[in-house]
């Protein structure tokens, strides 16, 4: 079994900025794309930002410039710093990450999840 436990996660006026982090433990060999994802009150679930085992990131158009997602491989940790923060990034946050076991099955699997609230 694997866990992903969310943290950094709060409330902050526009223009502020959060970082939050993401570690997996548990039955993990190797740790592969990680992500973030966010659902807001009333909406579907959607991609923030994406970042594979090599470093290469994707990310939502609405927040280009203004997030930047990177990992720590050796401690299977993804980070999500936010800033300029608008009332609209308001959502709880989760992560995501697709883990190979030592059995060698691949899971995905999800944090959570982390409350963001960003006050006008």
């Known amino acids: 079994q694997v866990q992903l436990v969310e943290s950094g996660g709060g409330l902050v006026q526009a223009g502020g900025s959060l970082r939050l982090s993401c570690a997996a433990s548990g039955n993990i060999f190797s740790v592969n794309a990680m992500g973030w994802f966010r659902q807001a009150p009333g909406k579907q679930r959607e991609l923030v930002a994406t970042i594979t085992s090599g470093g290469s990131t994707n990310y939502a158009d609405s927040v280009k410039g203004r997030f930047t997602i990177s990992r720590d491989n050796a401690k299977n940790t993804v980070f999500l710093q936010m800033n300029s923060l608008k009332p609209e990034d308001t959502a709880v946050y989760y992560c995501?990450?697709?883990?190979?076991?030592?059995?060698?099955?691949?899971?995905?699997?999800w944090g959570q999840g982390t409350q963001v609230t960003v006050s006008s």
């Open positions: 995501n990450a697709y883990v190979l076991s030592y059995q060698k099955y691949e899971y995905r699997y």
